[in-house]
Each structure stands twice: as C-alpha cells, then as structure tokens.
C-alpha cells in the first residue's frame, strides 16, 4: 500500500509539471534577480536585450572638432550667434538599460565648467533619451535626445537638444564619439586643448545606480 501511494505522488507530480510546462507557466517568474541585476525571463517570452548596451560603463564620450558648434538665441532681440564649446561624457553605471555619468560643459574660450548629471535611457534600437541634472542642486537642466549610429564602424551617440541660457536659449547636436587613454583626443580635446582628466576634474564624479 505505502509503495502504490508514493508511485501515485510520483505520477501526479510528473503530470503537474507536464501541464504547467505545456502552459507556459514558470517558476522563473517568482524568480529573484540574478546575480547581475537581470530579471529572469519567464518561459515562452521573448528575450531581449537589455543589456546590450552593458560597455557603456566607464567609457568617456566627446564632441569631434566638426561638432563643437551651437547656435545661441537672445531673447533680448532675438539674434542667433554661433557659440564654440566642448562636451565630456562620463558614464559611471550602467543597469538594465540606464545609465549615469558626469557631463562636463564648456562653452566660449573662457572654459568655465558646467558640472552635470546624466540619467540616461537606451533601448536595444539605440533609441537615447537623457535628463541633465545641475550637479549641485539637483535640478533639471535639459532633456536631450539622442541615438546610436554606426559611423566607420565604430559606434557613435547622436545627441541634439535646446535647452534655456542666459536669458534665451542653446541649441545644440553632435556625432558624440567615444575617446580611450591613448587617444589623441583623450590627451588633448577639440576647442579645449585639454585631456580628459584636466577637463573633468573641475566637477564631481557621476553618480552609480542603486539597485535595492
């Protein structure tokens, strides 16, 4: 008798994960996250790549020289004056499709930093959104939107936006290009003759992802 009953457990739990098999049903979806952040995936829904654009982290991103210009409007009488400028990126985190950095603004031969923080959004297409924080208060400087284009092979981030300045506004788009140590743009950028560490170091250092 205690044989048969543990055959008959034995039977009922095959044919239990045979239907929730069949119907598609998972474990996996009361699953906690993997050890990298990623949710697993329930059975029969398409994987996607969230992570795809996981190198991000660390990578530092600039304007090449054809791209250092942007146009200035005045409220005060509505002119348009070409302004010259440089912009770093530096992305700190990345998670499941976001990203941080520091941004680092300067405009004019001046070359008084803005200091910034990106969170930024970017989907498996490579479709960018971003909002820019003032890295000291906090508050939203300007929404760029942007996308990942392959120029000669090599990625690069299209980003454009206006955004309000002194009194009108800065209007502004570029072929970001990625820079490395070893670079010649990494030693010495574009309009500010600068390396990247010099041209950063004025600003703190961007913020990380906390993934609870």
Request: hydrophobic share 40%.
């Amino acid at each position: 008798m205690r044989r048969r009953l543990i055959a008959s457990v034995r039977t009922l739990a095959l044919v239990a994960s045979l239907v929730l098999a069949g119907s598609g049903t998972s474990s996996a979806i009361d699953a906690p996250p993997k050890p990298d952040g990623v949710l697993s995936v329930p059975s029969g829904e398409p994987r996607l790549a969230y992570d795809k654009w996981e190198w991000f982290e660390d990578t530092y991103w600039i304007v090449p020289r054809n791209g250092i210009y942007s146009v200035y409007q005045s409220a005060e009488d509505n002119t348009f004056t070409v302004l010259r400028g440089q912009t770093v990126f530096h992305i700190t985190d990345y998670f499941n499709g976001y990203f941080t950095g520091a941004v680092v603004v300067k405009l004019t031969s001046a070359l008084v930093p803005s200091c910034q923080f990106v969170l930024g959004q970017v989907t498996p297409e490579g479709s960018v959104y971003m909002t820019m924080f003032d890295a000291e208060t906090g508050e939203v400087v300007n929404t760029p939107l942007g996308s990942m284009v392959k120029k000669n092979g090599q990625w690069t981030m299209v980003n454009q936006m206006t955004s309000p300045a002194a009194g009108g506004t800065l209007s502004h788009w570029a072929y970001m290009l990625q820079s490395r140590p070893g670079d010649r743009t990494f030693e010495s950028l574009p309009f500010a003759h600068e390396s990247i560490p010099e041209f950063l170091s004025a600003c703190p250092d961007g913020p990380e992802i906390r993934v609870p």
